[in-house]
């Protein structure tokens, strides 16, 4: 059912500012989670580090990345959103910046894998779901891809200068880069962003402020909410089912394309900054992919858009070994451009899933199920970097990550939708 929108307006709801500003928060974060994959060449022609070890590093980020995030969504809940994130960001600037100084690998874990996974972790796609559920009650699908599409643009933004710049200047005015990025977000996030649409003076984009009654304000220690929402998810199967195939999600983004892809394609001849440039087309239709996609969750069951986007990307990683060569073909292109759309249009029904499912506890369960997306990516960033030092190519990793996403479709068909959210008295979708 689509969304009612608000029946008058007088200039531009406060949500919408505060929802670009977190857009910008999202994409400077994702800056330095699109680095890696252009920096681990120079890095190892510098020090000489094996890609198993490099993978070690960006596995510990996208784990961090991942375990902070439920925690990062109540730590929203008691002290605040502006908060939380400004001191996100200025830990993504450490991490980043921090990481020129590196003369050992052992360093880059610190760096590369604790400082900027935590960082980033604390802002994540808990961030969008808090956004897009306190102060949006019409377009709450149409949001959440939006914001969820600021990791795009991230990737599209930073990419192809952090590889020309790695190439032609170094490595290290590359991380700088991010670092500065990351900085100069801050300001906008402290004028701009608040908690609640009281905070304001409104009420939540699409209610009528006539008979909106906002929801209790949550309480009690950041930690225990965390883990209790947990405990609570895992009492049921839904929670497994989506947890499991976004494990998958994770796997097949973040963990093999986002990290391997660039090197993958150094193996078969092309340049850096040339599989650089097609990495961040991705990120180009990751945007129109999943803004569409949250249009289409306002409308249809979300479990057969999940469907529909692990099968694509099935196919996709299938055919990758064949496609990649030393020049950009048109079916390389094809590739690029169908993957982008699946990238992560997963995101808007899997978020309006945990919504449906578990009420008012949605957030903080969409917080552990998307953990369960990074332990995946960590899983197989390092998997994939022993395939590839191990065997000498990267094709087997290609060929099980196929084989995974069928396996994620089959758990999302299965996810029961209940009449009304577990624990609550009123549908909250």
């Known amino acids: 059912m689509t969304d009612r929108a608000p029946e008058t307006s007088r200039g531009i709801h406060p949500a919408w500012w505060v929802a670009a500003v977190a857009f910008l928060a999202l994409m400077a974060a994702a800056g330095f989670r699109a680095a890696p994959g252009a920096l681990m060449v120079p890095l190892h022609d510098e020090f000489g580090w094996s890609t198993s070890v490099m993978s070690l590093a960006v596995s510990i980020n996208l784990l961090l990345y991942g375990l902070t995030a439920p925690f ?21 600037a450490l991490g980043a910046g921090g990481s020129v100084f590196m003369t050992a690998s052992w360093q880059l ?6 400082l900027i996974g935590l960082g980033t972790g604390s802002m994540a796609l808990v961030l969008a779901a808090t956004i897009s559920n306190r102060w949006f009650v019409a377009r709450r699908g149409l949001v959440m891809g939006m914001l969820t599409a600021g990791s795009a643009t991230g990737q599209l933004v930073f990419l192809p200068p952090v590889a020309a710049i790695a190439e032609t200047a170094g490595w290290r005015p590359a991380s700088l880069l991010v670092a500065v990025a990351a900085l100069a977000v801050i300001p906008l996030v402290w004028l701009v962003m608040r908690d609640y649409p009281s905070d304001r003076g409104v009420v939540p984009y699409g209610a009528d402020a006539a008979s909106f009654v906002a929801p209790p304000r949550p309480t009690g220690h950041a930690g225990r909410r965390a883990l209790e929402g947990l405990a609570f998810a895992a009492r049921r199967p839904a929670f497994w089912a989506l947890a499991g195939a976004f494990a998958i999600c994770g796997a097949t983004t973040n963990g093999l394309i986002g990290i391997h892809f660039i090197p993958s394609a150094h193996d078969h001849g092309m340049s850096t900054v040339v ?67 699946d990238w992560v249009a997963t995101v808007p029904p ?25 332990v995946g990516a960590a899983i197989a960033a390092l998997a994939a970097g022993i395939v590839r030092d191990t065997l000498g190519t990267y094709t087997y990793a290609w060929w099980g990550g196929a084989a995974l996403c069928v396996i994620a479709a089959l758990l999302s068909i299965a996810v029961r939708r209940p009449e009304r959210p577990v624990g609550s008295k009123i549908d909250a979708r």
């Open 72 to 92: 990062a969504a109540a730590l929203m809940d008691r002290f605040g959103i502006r908060e939380v994130v400004v001191c996100a960001l200025a830990l993504v």
């Open 109 to 114: 874990l610190v760096f590369w894998g604790v």
């Open 275 to 341: 599989a650089a440039g097609l990495l961040a087309v991705v990120g180009v239709f990751d945007i129109v992919g999943t803004v569409a996609s949250g249009w289409l969750t306002d409308r249809f069951d979300p479990r057969l858009l999940l469907v529909a986007y692990y099968l694509f990307r099935g196919v996709g990683l299938l055919l990758l070994p064949v496609l990649l060569s030393d020049v950009v073909h048109p079916s390389m292109v094809l590739f690029v451009v169908i993957y982008g759309l």
């Open 350 to 374: 899997t978020s309006a899933l945990c919504r449906e499912i578990f009420g008012e506890r949605g957030t903080i369960v969409f917080g552990w199920v998307f953990a369960s997306h990074q």
